[in-house]
């Protein structure tokens, strides 16, 4: 990626031309029906100095999106999206596409390189992004397949490897492995060596084997909480399992790791488990916890070597393009994915 200096005049013109308009995925007030977001034409976004506008090729899905266009749990509101309606009309985070214009301070970046990262407002034909949360797309991927990565496979990598200190060798069970973390999370395991067990449904057993599982459980024949085998590392992305259950199975000095798992409480929305796990943690020989991921350009270069080493291919189930956004939000919703849902612009 080249280095931009020396050429800040014709690119600061560029980034105070007349923006223009572009077509979004809009919202203006909080509903759990997708319905609430619809096509708009509205003008392109302004950037800062340390920002670059990226003209979108393709957006992921990802729960978030769903969370932050419903405004649940109510916390999510109160963490700055805007406590009556949406502070941002438009929604998704994962985002593919070429720079368009770059901010006077960004010094990595220039107009045309291919980048994929994380940018507020990805549903639409150009987004802002922060310099620091892009990196080059890796060059065996198409746009729709780096979209598919950054949201998702961030949450494996550092739920693997940062929380869950996960070690070759190490046994290592996934809850939720067909999913968009799952599915990352399968690979990104193999590849730091561990002995992965995978937790999906009867119908979503193949996709799991072939993203390279050593063992595949389908929950609906197979209760994993009895005592039986052991894990070092239970990476629980999908699943509502109490405690003690998930506690059954873990080695006596082995690692929870709560990503994800949802209930309908419109307060704490399945975080409640999260909070019992952090209390419990330090009195007891295991470790339970939880983390919110972190989105930067480093750990996204670690993703690119995965994936142009082969190590880690993204698994897209549907593209859709940006006018049936609700579409593609209601079957992720549905829980039919079998790994990530796109979008393209």
Not at 141 to 148: D, K, V
Request: aromatic fraction near 4%; include cysteine; proline fraction near 5%.
């Amino acid at each position: 990626m080249k280095t931009i200096e020396g050429d800040r005049g014709p690119q600061a013109a560029q980034v105070h031309q007349s923006r223009g308009r572009m077509r979004a995925i809009v919202q203006d007030e909080y509903g759990e029906d997708p319905s609430v977001l619809r096509l708009e034409e509205i003008e392109k976004p302004e950037i800062g100095d340390h920002e670059v506008l990226v003209r979108v090729h393709a957006a992921g899905m990802d729960r978030g999106v769903w969370h932050l266009m419903a405004g649940l749990p109510y916390p999510v509101r109160v963490a700055g999206y805007g406590l009556r309606a949406p502070k941002s009309r438009v929604r998704g985070l994962d985002v593919a596409g070429r720079v368009e214009a770059v901010g006077k301070d960004v010094t990595e970046l220039g107009p045309g390189d291919e980048v994929f990262g994380i940018a507020d407002g990805s549903f639409a034909e150009y987004a802002a992004a922060r310099e620091d949360k892009l990196a080059p797309k890796p060059a065996n991927l198409s746009f729709e397949q780096a979209a598919a990565v950054p949201v998702s496979a961030l949450a494996a990598l550092q739920g693997l490897r940062d929380h869950g200190r996960l070690q070759a060798g190490q046994k290592v069970l996934i809850i939720g492995a067909s999913g968009g973390v799952g599915s990352f999370a399968v690979q990104i395991a193999k590849a730091l060596g561990a002995e992965v067990t995978g937790v999906c449904s009867a119908t979503k057993v193949g996709l799991v084997q072939a993203l390279g599982a050593d063992h595949v459980i389908d929950y609906s024949r197979e209760d994993i909480s009895q005592p039986g085998e052991r894990y070092d590392l239970i990476l629980d992305i999908g699943g509502n399992r109490s405690l003690s259950a998930l506690r059954r199975v873990l080695t006596p000095r082995g690692t929870l790791t709560i990503v994800g798992g949802e209930t309908d409480g419109r307060w704490l929305g399945g975080t409640d488990r999260q909070l019992r796990a952090m209390i419990l943690s330090p009195f007891i020989r295991q470790k339970l916890g939880s983390f919110i991921s972190s989105e930067n350009n480093e750990d996204l270069i670690v993703l690119t070597e995965l994936i142009e080493s082969g190590q880690v291919t993204p698994a897209i189930d549907r593209t859709y393009p940006l006018g049936e956004v609700p579409e593609a939000l209601r079957y992720m919703q549905e829980g039919r994915a079998r790994g990530k849902v796109v979008v393209t612009a």
